[in-house]
């Protein structure tokens, strides 16, 4: 791969900005990915989804209400492929509020598990940088990220600044909650 990995096959990028732009394929392969990820301990777990583990079915329609939201100056979907494949993927959105139009939001920033540990995730976070800068005219990005998985030294290896923390915001389970980590960067 040429921007991460090892291999043959180039790790190459696509938006989709419009709902017309989720074709059945795509459809399908964000749903697999999203599926895998939840199921193998990922935390990205929309609020919409029940906690592991989770099927298609469950899936399914919260890909649909992320599709139909797609617009070009308001939440864009960055996908990376390989080989044709979906290796990973992110949202990233605006509020058109005037107080906040500057900042994006990044969500949903997963890895399919066969394409872990080669560099996908970092190359998706760098590419949305550029995205968000150049495209949509955004200035800064936020995000959060669930403690304890190792989530907060990978996005300040990019160059994020954790910037608070709700203790114990997010329940894994009974007796097991985690802290929300916010973290920003500057375009």
Partial sequence: MTAAGSG?????FRQITRPDGMTPEIREQLIDCWTAVVNTGGAVIAADLPMPPVGAADVSPVVDRLAA???????RLLLATVGGRLAGWLLVRRDPHPLIAHCGVVHHVQTHPRFRRQGIGAALMERVRLLAREEMGLERLQLSARAGLGLEEFYLRLGWTEVGRWPGALRVAPGDDRDDILMSIGL
Avoid: F, Y
């Avoid at 043959?8 to 190459?12: G, R, Y």
């Avoid at 939201?69 to 939440?75: K, V, W």
């Fill in 8 to 12: 043959s096959e180039s790790l190459t």
């Fill in 69 to 75: 939201a797609l617009d070009p100056d308001r939440s």
